[in-house]
């Protein structure tokens, strides 16, 4: 474990990838929601290859239903059932660990039986009952800080999770509202919940969006997402959470914000640079 402002920096392992106390920058992409086996398992594959080529601690995400969509006309996905037996087999086939959010708590134990780490929403970063049936499953918990709450609110969060016995905790920065329709990401925020004694994501293309702004759907720029993920490095992440997809703008659910995955393995380049600049300096 490596020092920090408050509390020690644990090192949270999730399968082969190792998360904070010194480990190297790990990457969390995938798709936002499964639109198909046949795209998600595309995804995972070329995601699979370019993880060994570039040698990225990798973790694949993706949502087996989008129950928070602005819209109820929206798509949510496949499902709870047919979802996470499509994450079974990314899991089966590349090895690789699988991430995917939880909206209640009937889901846990099912999502829990397939993903490595359980993800809290944003939106639903203080549902007390959630948090803690996430933190009993025994698995890794991502709890992604919501759009609403200040960065030191969210130790709340984390003592609910450690209530259950659990410290196995990902803390995720994606955007604190900024006005009507809008985000901002505070990089300050890392620091802040890096004090905490948890690693700390920084979700790049969730910041990029602009909720609601499109009326029946969420907007937002996609171009602006690999200077803040620059940034967010710079500042000294612990991992990069960006949701990806062969054409972006042909995606079912975050359309605005998704990275086109042929960028990812350039953009990862640059970001492991950095990365290693900055442990350098600082002796990490």
């Known amino acids: 474990m490596m020092e920090t ?7 949270v392992r ?32 070329r995601l699979s290859a370019l993880a060994r080529r570039l040698d990225i601690p ?11 969509r602005t819209s109820h006309r929206s798509f949510r996905g496949p499902g709870l059932e047919r979802g996470l037996q ?7 086939r590349y090895a690789l660990p699988i991430l995917v959010d939880v909206h209640c708590v009937r889901e846990v134990a ?13 939106f639903l970063s203080r549902q007390t009952d959630l948090a803690l049936a996430l933190g009993a499953s025994g698995r890794v918990v991502n709890i992604k800080k919501g ?32 006005g009507y329709n809008n985000l901002v990401a505070d990089m300050r925020s890392l620091v802040i919940m890096r004090q905490f ?10 910041s990029v969006q602009l ?35 062969p054409q972006p703008e042909k995606a079912l659910s975050d359309a605005a914000t998704s990275l086109p995955l042929r960028d990812v393995g350039r953009l990862w380049t640059r970001l492991s640079a950095i990365d290693t600049l900055i442990r350098s300096r600082s002796g990490a």
């Open 14 to 45: 999730i399968g082969k990838v190792n998360v904070g106390g010194g480990a190297r920058l790990a990457l969390i992409a995938g798709v936002c929601v499964i639109e198909s086996r046949e795209m998600c398992l595309t995804v995972a594959r």
């Open 58 to 68: 990798l973790i694949f995400k993706a949502s087996y239903d989008k129950a928070n």
């Open 5 to 11: 402002g408050k509390r020690r920096v644990r090192t």
């Open 86 to 92: 499509i994450l079974k087999e990314v899991k089966e």
């Open 147 to 178: 759009q609403f709450l200040a960065p030191w609110d969210v130790e709340h969060v984390v003592a609910k999770i450690e209530s259950t016995g659990n410290h196995r905790i990902l803390i995720t920065e994606r955007g604190t509202c900024f």
């Open 211 to 245: 909720p609601g702004a499109k009326g029946d759907g969420s907007g937002g720029d996609r171009r602006l997402a690999a200077y803040l993920a620059r940034a967010a490095v710079a500042v000294g992440c612990d991992a990069v959470f960006m949701e990806v997809h």
């Open 110 to 122: 099912a999502a829990a039986e397939v993903a490595d780490v359980l993800q809290l929403p944003a």
């Open 197 to 206: 004694g948890y690693p700390v994501v920084f979700d790049a293309t969730h």
